[in-house]
């Protein structure tokens, strides 16, 4: 009698404990066949969990001594929206096990430097060898960690959603916020050693396609080949070379070569030199652990040329424009992993430019953590504070020339004279426009963005004392909610004469909006766009002035589907 009471007790004790990971299971099916039970689940879910593992949680919470780092909880991986109307499933296999991990370790020293070069610079040899390891990689089963299906899908699970955070229910975003440099890094280092392995060659470095630079600003001539493993369909033909990138792509402008070419060289400027003057108008918003920590602000070079490029090079014939297009599908295109390459050169870059004066302290940040396989088939954990010393990971970057970095953009309009038109027009738009407004504080609601939209706000301040001048000045375009799954594209202009006329080539703009929606409820939270206009403001010699006009020019169709909070200016120091 005795024994058979303790048996039962056992049993629905097993029974409890092992109910959230039934549950969760149950929940990854479900969610499978019927999206919308997913949220339901979700709510049991998160109270049982929070109820049987509570105990737990404070454990874990006092053993790491009350700090949370954000990381993602590999177990809890799940189906994701790649776009609103498309469940994918990159979950590896059996991740609902544990792996046992190892703690990240920098590289021998001693051994060689991983040299990244120009892809327009690379000789046939290097070529040769690069071709043979992606096609080695591509040839590896699934249950491959080193594999090139399972490599594109590291990106479909952090870029949409799929992993939810350690300690917290809260999904996990690595776009649009500070993590979104570090990360990258990440995928892209164990990526190269990977490749480099399976050929026996440790000192492979992947190539960057340095779009930034004029003999860069075509697709390089390696992924255009159709007999090589670097080449691939689901791309926009009509952007095959010698076509030249539209690094602010939005739709097609048809610019004479030469136009095109100053203009992205001019936008450079302002993504990496004018516009990010301050860590997160570059780096993107401070992303922290838990729900209370989300943030979705995008840096600079994050929106553009990051996120036009990813659109520009997508197959117009697909609906997201996959692959490069979206982000779950992304990594499937083997130019990505050029792509990638140059944004984190861009790093190290800016990081220079501003003689590493911004670089992020935050132990939040410094402790943020992922997980990777290594050329080992190891799987290591990898904290951001272990990826912030290139030479220290083994590799560098052959330098270029920066053309940009002295294409300070010129005024449309002699800036004085653009003021008088602004003024004259002032009233006559006013009571002729319902696109003309005074106020920055739009309606409850927000304001839809089907037109051009030209908005007068009152600085905070414009009489600077000396400290103050080391502030920048900042617009804020807030509150900014997209519907719909369309890449959403808009530019903010200042003291604009006429719209006819303007282009990024000129002092006029600000900064742009460029969107990639995708990865179910967490993505279509409202974003700000803050842009850093200080040095714009005095050449526009606007810094003296009480007011400004800010202008928002859609730049897609599905900008009909945005609407915006409001528009302020503040200052960062
Ligand atoms: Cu995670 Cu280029 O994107």
Redesign the pocket.
């Known amino acids: 009698m005795e024994r058979s009471k303790w048996i039962l007790i056992i049993t629905l004790a097993f029974l409890l404990a092992t109910l959230p990971v039934t549950l969760r299971n149950l929940k990854s099916n479900l969610v499978i066949q019927c999206p919308y039970l997913g949220d339901v689940t979700n709510v049991i879910l998160g109270k049982l969990e929070g109820w049987s593992l509570g105990n737990q949680l404070e454990v874990t919470e006092e053993k790491i001594g009350g700090i949370k780092a954000l990381g993602p909880n590999l177990t809890t991986c799940h189906p994701s929206f790649g776009r609103d109307d498309l469940l994918v499933h990159c979950c590896p296999p059996a991740f609902e096990t544990p792996v046992p991990y190892v703690d990240f370790l920098s590289p021998d020293p001693q051994s060689p430097v991983r040299v990244r070069r120009p892809a327009h610079l690379v000789d046939e040899n290097y070529i040769a060898k690069y071709n043979k390891a992606l096609s080695i990689m591509k040839s590896l089963p699934y249950d491959d960690p080193r594999s090139f299906a399972r490599q594109a899908n590291l990106?479909c699970l952090?870029?949409t959603g799929a992993y939810d955070q350690q300690n917290s229910n809260a999904p996990l975003s690595?776009?649009r916020t500070w993590l979104?440099f570090p990360w990258?890094r990440m995928m892209i280092y164990f990526h190269e050693r990977i490749i480099g392995s399976l050929i026996g060659d440790d000192t492979f470095a992947l190539p960057y396609w340095a779009w930034d630079i004029p003999e860069g600003m075509v697709i390089p001539d390696m992924y255009m080949n159709k007999n090589s493993s670097f080449f691939h369909t689901e791309r926009d033909v009509s952007h095959f070379s010698p076509k030249i990138v539209d690094l602010n792509y939005a739709y097609e402008r048809n610019l004479s070569p030469e136009e095109q070419l100053d203009t992205n060289l001019a936008f450079m400027y302002n993504q990496m030199v004018s516009g990010a003057r301050k860590m997160e108008l570059f780096m993107g918003c401070i992303y922290k652990a838990g729900e209370e920590g989300y943030c979705n602000a995008p840096g600079t070079v994050e929106l553009a040329p990051?996120n036009t490029l990813?659109t520009w090079v997508g197959s117009n014939l697909n609906p997201g424009r996959e692959d490069m297009g979206k982000?779950y599908s992304?990594a499937r295109d083997p130019i990505?992993y050029a792509?990638?390459p140059n944004?984190d050169r861009l790093w190290e870059v800016w990081r220079e430019i501003h003689q590493n004066q911004m670089d992020i302290k935050d132990p939040d940040w410094l402790d943020s953590f992922f997980f990777f396989y290594d050329e080992n088939l190891k799987l290591v954990k990898v904290e951001v504070r272990d990826v912030l010393d290139i030479t220290k990971l083994g590799y560098s970057y052959e330098q270029v020339d920066r053309p940009w970095m002295n294409k300070r953009p010129m005024p449309s309009v002699p800036p004085k004279l653009a003021r008088q038109i602004l003024k004259a027009n002032e009233n006559k738009l006013q009571l002729s426009s319902s696109n003309h407004v005074s106020s920055s504080d739009f309606r409850s609601h927000g304001r839809a963005l089907d037109a051009s939209l030209t908005v007068k706000v009152n600085r905070t301040r414009n009489h600077l004392t000396k400290s103050e001048k080391e502030e920048e000045e900042v617009i804020v375009v807030h509150g900014i909610e997209v519907k719909g799954d369309a890449y959403v594209k808009f530019d903010v202009y200042v003291n604009v004469a006429d719209e006819t006329i303007i282009t990024p080539k000129f002092r006029e703009f600000a900064g742009t909006f460029a969107h990639i929606p995708g990865g179910g409820e967490m993505m279509r939270r409202k974003t700000d766009l803050k842009l850093g206009v200080s040095e714009l403001l005095e050449d526009l010699e606007a810094d003296q002035d009480e007011s400004i006009w800010i202008t928002l020019l859609p730049r897609t169709a599905s900008c009909s589907n945005v609407t915006i909070g409001g528009v302020r200016t503040e200052h960062i120091r």
């Open positions: 990106h952090f870029c690595i776009h979104f990258h990051h990813h982000f992304a990505f792509h990638h944004i």
